[in-house]
């Protein structure tokens, strides 16, 4: 089983932008897709929304209505997956998490088939 680790969470006014980044370490089978997911205030762990999402061995990527032309998902040739986050909204509130699925998906933003999960990095967008 490997790890997931966030950072770059950070507070920012309405309209700014952030970086994430998420280091994958340990998943010696590989995975076949990872993804940040969201966790907005007062919502439960099941209630987590899939914001982004990005195939391992292709790089197609998903992204969910509420992001579309604002955020974007990249990775590097190492271990690494951003989440670039453009024209922040006060909505875009809550604690963002990386999520790696070991295998295809009709539904990619279904986070039960996410089986990895990182601690966590918050976002706050307040004026």
């Known amino acids: 089983q490997g790890q997931l680790v966030e950072s770059g969470g950070n507070s920012v006014q309405p309209g700014g932008s952030l970086t994430l980044s998420c280091v994958a370490s340990?998943?010696?089978?590989?995975?076949?897709?990872i993804g940040w997911f969201r966790q907005a205030p007062g919502k439960k762990r099941e209630e987590r929304e899939g914001?982004?999402?990005?195939?391992?061995?292709?790089?197609?990527t998903y992204y969910s209505e509420s992001v579309t032309g604002r955020f974007t998902i990249s990775r590097d040739n190492a271990n690494t997956v951003y989440l670039l986050m453009n024209t922040l909204k006060p909505e875009d509130t809550g604690v963002y998490y990386c999520?790696?699925?070991?295998?295809?998906?009709?539904?990619?933003?279904?986070?039960?088939?996410?089986?990895?999960w990182g601690p966590g990095t918050q976002v706050t967008v307040s004026s």
């Open positions: 999520a790696t699925r070991s295998y295809h998906s009709d539904y990619p933003f279904f986070t039960y088939e996410y089986d990895t």
């Open positions: 340990g998943f010696t089978s590989g995975y076949y897709a």
């Open positions: 914001v982004a999402i990005i195939n391992h061995s292709d790089g197609r």
